[in-house]
């Protein structure tokens, strides 16, 4: 083999290993940029998948903004309400309590009423001595009907007529004015209670109307309302 065919067999070797380099650094080159591509798009996901969970997260609070607010609203709605009605069962109540102060005016019928609230009370106490209080305005009338007011107890408890101590030094409020609106006042009726203190029955006529409106408050509000809430 002379120099030139080897010279020949050099070159081919040359470009033999130029070749295979070439192909090798194209291969390097697909697969890095195959790497590249694969890892982008890896990455554009995860972004993408955290947009999407930031979104939902400020949806989600927006949305339990949006209920809190309207529940918010709901609630001071059915106070608005329940003031209203609350307003208007308080007027009807008050409108009841100016109509007690007519009652006394029907002496007649106010003499029998308080004979009938002592009696009443005296049932309950159960008592053999008791102290009644009234309203100084009301004393004379008290007074005329208490014998018959003792009668009719013993009778229908069948017991001694009891005695019954008439309190001179301490009487209920009078009936309101108005000079004395805001002030402590009675409407009429009586207090009884036992001699120690100890018992004590409020029949006044505004405690009357008092148990008698709380044991009515839903049916009243039945009849206005249509429904009872709590």
Known sequence: MNDADVSKQIQQMV??????????????????????????????????????????????QVE?????????????SRIKVLQAQDDLVNSMKEAAGKELLHV????YAYKKLLKE??????????????????????LYLVESVLDSAKNEYAEKANVYPPEIVVDHNVYLPPAPTHHHA???F?????VLASIDGKIVIENTLDARLDVVFRKKLPEIRRCLFGQVIA
């Open 15 to 60: 470009r033999f290993i130029r070749q295979e380099a070439e192909e090798k650094a194209n291969e390097i080159s697909v697969s890095a940029e195959e790497e590249f591509n694969i890892e982008k798009l890896q990455l554009f996901e995860a972004e993408k998948k955290k947009i999407r969970q930031e979104y939902e997260r400020k949806e989600k």
């Open 64 to 76: 339990i903004r949006r209920k809190i607010e309207y529940s918010m609203q709901l609630n001071a």
């Open 104 to 107: 006394s005016h029907d002496q």
């Open 117 to 138: 609230l002592i009696v009443q009370s005296l049932l309950r106490l159960k008592e053999p001595a008791v102290l009644l209080r009234c309203r100084e305005a009301d």
């Open 182 to 184: 805001h002030g402590l």
């Open 186 to 190: 009675c409407s009429g009726g009586v």
